[in-house]
């Protein structure tokens, strides 16, 4: 245990040297919100969606943005470069597993994304009075479902790649149509049927609307939850499946 | 005490046959070299050693224990050919870190001091130069305070300064009792360091004595290479019973023989008033036991 909050403790210094990462995943988000919030009609409640404000809406889309960040482009690009700079193999010949430093580095992403999106949370209430999560639990189930498929995403990219330039590459190519599902460009609320059915069904898109309804006070739908789930389960075995070490 | 056991190694990648046939033991206190020309086996060897590798047959113990077992894992250290840290992790948090990988490390201060590393631990590993690299990698894998420590080609890269002082290192760690398994193809480190050589080539074990031994074997054979100082006809020197062959290297020539062979030649030389110009006796270094064995010559440089 001493070990693994050592390495944690490692990722997490050596994440607060990369200001680029530090930009996308601690201000991006927040910037995002603020300049959104700033146009007047999007903080007009809009009777189509039952009197919620495009801004509200955004608060959660800018939720699943830093997980897709995190996930998808970070965590990958991380873990295949600790496999091509042979640090991997280089933990395999210590009495620590390399499977730690890879527990280590989504710990650290986990706990990046929940200080990133409460500083999200804080803004947005303080500025434009978004208001916090009403169903609590409900959020911090949304919102580790989410991670978790946004993760295990990330670790099959890590699989697959070859490289970090390859992972960088892939986790780029995921981001954009997860994230348009997610409803980056255009709400998923204002979406039309067919296209919210199939956002709903991908993982961003069920995340983003757990994280929504939850925001809203509902209980995350349970069809959104198993979606993330499997998408957990199924990109995570592969990932286990397929990761190599060297 | 037999620290290593190697017996009959087989590995092969798919139809490529890394190792064929590697035996030999390590003994405790020992520097065991590994010495071999590029794709020869050499590393696939150590990372099987290492337990990095199942071998397809053929047994390794090292510490009287299967390679795979993970007490070995605080008992052997290991310093791989290209095995990096990230970028910006300092050398002393690398040194730290991997310090509280152990139950007993060493004090992680005072190696990076022995290493030279104490003005360094600060400074990124991306911004280490070659050498420095390399001695952190080093001192990684010595801060477990191994028994068995194994070294895959650290002195390639370096500069001719930095490949002496890291010879210095390895003579250190075997002095504090540390049995050292060291692979390398340069000729010269082998001879300077080890306390015996296997020779691997295309998967197995060609040769396996001493550095003296590996060049006594093939030191029967002498050379000796001179300027005529009037053009002479070979034969001359080949109808000799100690000669065996005549090369021509330009104005010079080199006499291949065994026997008493620089009496010989110098007598017949005498006898026709021919002076031998810049007369030397070649002896046989290691890199000649390598040619012989191996029938190439060695690669790598040459200081």
Redesign the interface.
């Known amino acids: 245990m001493r070990v693994f909050a050592k390495l944690t403790r490692t990722e997490f210094r050596l994440l607060l040297r990369e200001p680029m990462l530090l930009f996308w995943i601690f201000a991006f988000p927040s910037i995002l919100v603020v300049i959104l919030g700033s146009i007047p009609a999007f903080r007009e409640p809009i009777p189509d969606l039952g009197g919620v404000r495009v801004i509200d809406l955004y608060a959660a889309i800018a939720i699943i943005l830093t997980l897709a960040m995190l996930g998808v482009q970070s965590a990958p690009l991380v873990l295949t470069t600790y496999r091509e700079r042979g640090i991997l193999r280089r933990l395999a010949t210590t009495p620590v597993r390399p499977v730690a430093l890879l527990g280590a580095q989504l710990v650290m992403s986990l706990l990046t994304a929940i200080v990133s999106v409460a500083l999200l949370l804080i803004i947005a209430r303080l500025v434009f009075a978004v208001p916090l999560p009403r169903h609590l639990l409900g959020f911090a189930v949304a919102f580790l479902a989410t991670a978790g498929a946004a993760f295990a995403i990330g670790l099959f990219i890590a699989a697959v790649a070859p490289g970090g330039k390859a992972a960088n590459t892939i986790g780029t190519l995921a981001f954009f149509p997860l994230m348009f599902f997610a409803g980056l460009w255009t709400p998923r609320e204002v979406f039309p049927e067919v296209l919210r059915r199939i956002a709903d069904l991908t993982p961003l898109g069920a995340g983003e609307r757990a994280v929504q309804e939850a925001m809203a006070g509902q209980w995350p739908a349970w069809g959104s939850l198993t979606v993330l789930v499997a998408y957990m389960l199924v990109f995570g075995l592969a990932a286990a499946r397929l990761f190599r070490w060297e | 005490m037999t620290v290593i056991n190697v017996d009959r190694l087989r590995k092969r990648y798919g139809d490529t046959v890394a190792v064929s046939d590697v035996s030999f033991t390590v003994e405790r206190g020992e520097i065991f070299g590994i010495l071999g020309p590029n794709g020869a086996g050499k590393t696939t060897t150590v990372e099987s050693i290492?337990?990095?590798r199942a071998p397809d047959g053929g047994t390794i113990t090292v510490l009287d224990r299967d390679p795979g077992d993970?007490e070995l894992?605080?008992l052997?250290?290991?310093q791989?050919q290209?095995?990096?840290?990230?970028e910006?992790?300092t050398a002393g948090?690398a040194l730290e870190?991997?310090s509280?990988?152990?139950s007993e490390p060493a004090d992680w201060r005072r190696l990076a001091d022995e290493l030279g590393l104490a003005g360094k631990l600060t400074t990124r590993f991306g911004k280490l130069s070659g050498g420095q690299k390399q001695r952190l990698s080093i001192a990684?894998a010595l801060i477990?305070n191994p028994a068995v420590a194994i070294l895959d080609e650290l002195t390639t890269g370096l500069d001719p300064q930095a490949r002496r002082d890291t010879w210095d290192l390895v003579e250190s760690i075997r002095d504090r009792g540390v049995t050292v398994l060291l692979v390398t193809h340069f000729m010269e480190e082998a001879e300077r360091l080890c306390d015996r050589v296997a020779l691997i080539d295309a998967g197995t074990v060609v040769a396996l004595d001493t550095p003296a031994g590996l060049i006594a074997g093939v030191s029967a054979e002498q050379r000796i290479r001179f300027r005529p100082s009037v053009p002479l006809d070979d034969t001359l020197l080949t109808g000799l019973t100690e000669v065996r062959e005549v090369r021509r290297h330009g104005t010079q020539l080199e006499v291949i023989g065994e026997g008493n062979l620089l009496h010989a030649v110098t007598a017949t030389l005498a006898a026709h008033q021919i002076i031998a110009n810049d007369l030397r006796v070649e002896q046989a270094s290691l890199d000649d036991a390598f040619v012989r064995l191996t029938g190439r010559a060695a690669t790598g440089e040459h200081s």
């Open positions: 290492a337990g990095l993970p894992r605080r052997v250290g290991v791989l290209e095995s990096q840290l990230p910006k992790m948090e870190l991997y509280a990988f152990y990684l477990g």
